[in-house]
Nanobody
Framework: QVRLVESGGGLVQPGGSLRLSCAASEVISSRNGWGWYRQAPGNQRELVARITNDGSTYYVDSVKGRFTISRDNAENILYLQMNSLKSEDTAVYYC????????WGQGTQVTVSS
């Protein structure tokens, strides 16, 4: 069974930055590429960024211009660079396949607070 391990979260002040990483235990072939989701308390999990196999990127409006998704194919690692963080970005962040997720990892907590 594939394991997804997210890391890089933490406590940051508004306006700050964090870089999340996601490592998969094996290479996964996904026609939809990869994505980052987040789930805030009381909310449903949402897909906030995805990157296709040809490198195209897509973001929800709330993070557009602030978050950047990228991948290192050689190392099989997915990244999410998050800048200009806001309190509403506070959530547990997960990586997974877009639209058809597999088993979830434990996620990484991001807390934006002064």
């Amino acid at each position: 069974q594939v394991r997804l391990v997210e890391s890089g979260g933490g406590l940051v002040q508004p306006g700050g930055s964090l870089r999340l990483s996601c490592a998969a235990s094996e290479v996964i072939s996904s026609r939809n590429g990869w994505g980052w989701y987040r789930q805030a308390p009381g909310n449903q999990r949402e897909l906030v960024a995805r990157i296709t196999n040809d490198g195209s990127t897509y973001y929800v409006d709330s993070v557009k211009g602030r978050f950047t998704i990228s991948r290192d194919n050689a190392e099989n690692i997915l990244y999410l660079q998050m800048n200009s963080l806001k309190s509403e970005d506070t959530a547990v962040y997960y990586c997974n396949l877009p639209f058809q997720p597999i088993t979830w990892g434990q996620g990484t907590q991001v807390t934006v607070s002064s």
